[in-house]
C-alpha cells in the first residue's frame, strides 16, 4: 500500500476527485481516504499544519500498518525566484527512495529536485525568504516534511517528498499568513479574513489572482501524483 499525506484539504482535493473506489476509514483515531490507482491501494492522511499536529496524526496513522512507501505531497513556497507558481519539487534532502530507480516515473513530469526546508511559520517577506535560501541552499519552503521524514525513518517506511510551488518572493501571500491561516485552530478564521480584507479593499484582487493559482497549482500537483504511483 501507498501512503500519500497533505497538510490540509485543500491541498488534495483535486488528487482525490481523481481517486477511483474512494472509501472514508478511521484508525486510532484519525479519519483516512482509501483509494486505488492502476490497481494500487492508496491511503491518504491530511496531517494538519506544523509539527504538533503532524508528529501526533501520522504517527497513528502508521501505526500497525505497513507502507511500501509513503509520499510527502502539498504545497510549498518559494525562497528565490528560480522556482515558479505551478512547478514541481522533489525534495533530494528528505526522499529516501532510490531515485535513479524511478526515473521511469519521473521522466515524463516537469519536476525540479533540490533540497526542501520545513520551518515553524511561513514569511511573506521577499528580503526574509532571499535571506534564508542563501543560508540553507533550500529553494522552497514547508511546514511538515522534516518532522514526516523523521516518523518515516524511524519506521523505515521509504519516503518521497513531491512539493507544488504556491507562492514566491515576487507572487507572495495576498494577506499575513496568520490571517490566512491559524495555525493554533488548524483553519482559516473567515471573520478575520474578512476583517483584513474590508480593511485593505485595495488586497482583493491579489487574493482573487492568489485562489487562481493555488486552484491550477492544486491541479499540477494531483496529474503528477497520478502519474507516478501509475508509473510506480
Same mark, same amino acid.
Given at each position: ?19 477511483? @473506489? ?15 490507482? %492502476? ?53 533530494? %534532502? ?23 526546508? &520545513? ?10 525568504? @532571499? ?7 533550500? =529553494? ?38 496568520? =490571517? ?9 478564521? =473567515? &471573520? ?27 491541479? &499540477? ?12
Amino acid at each position: 500500500m501507498i501512503a500519500i499525506t497533505f497538510a490540509l484539504p485543500a491541498e488534495s482535493s483535486a488528487f482525490l476527485s481523481q481517486l477511483p @473506489n474512494k472509501s472514508r476509514a478511521g484508525r486510532n483515531g484519525i479519519q483516512t481516504i482509501r483509494g486505488e490507482i %492502476n490497481h494500487r491501494p492508496i491511503e491518504v492522511l491530511h496531517t494538519g499544519v506544523g509539527e504538533r499536529v503532524c508528529r501526533q496524526r501520522l504517527e497513528k496513522f502508521i501505526e500497525d500498518q505497513e507502507f511500501d512507501l509513503l509520499i510527502s505531497s502539498g504545497f510549498a513556497g518559494a525562497l528565490n525566484d528560480e522556482l515558479q507558481v505551478g512547478d514541481l519539487l522533489l525534495a533530494r %534532502n528528505f526522499s529516501t527512495i532510490e531515485l535513479s530507480a524511478r526515473q521511469e516515473a519521473l521522466s515524463n513530469l516537469p519536476i525540479r529536485v533540490a533540497d526542501l526546508l &520545513t520551518a515553524p511559520a511561513m514569511s511573506d517577506s521577499s528580503d526574509e525568504r @532571499n535571506k534564508i535560501a542563501r543560508t540553507t541552499g533550500a =529553494v522552497a519552503v514547508d511546514m511538515e516534511t522534516e518532522f514526516i521524514a523523521r516518523v518515516c525513518a524511524a519506521r523505515g517506511i521509504p519516503l518521497l517528498s513531491l512539493r507544488v510551488i504556491t507562492d514566491t518572493p515576487r507572487e507572495s501571500f495576498p494577506a499575513p499568513p496568520k =490571517v490566512l491561516f491559524d495555525i493554533e485552530q488548524q483553519r482559516t478564521r =473567515v &471573520t478575520a479574513l474578512a476583517r483584513f480584507f474590508l480593511s485593505h479593499p485595495n488586497r482583493v484582487p491579489r487574493l482573487v489572482q492568489f485562489a487562481r493559482r493555488i486552484a491550477n497549482a492544486r491541479k &499540477t500537483l494531483a496529474n503528477a501524483l497520478v502519474e507516478i504511483v501509475s508509473e510506480l
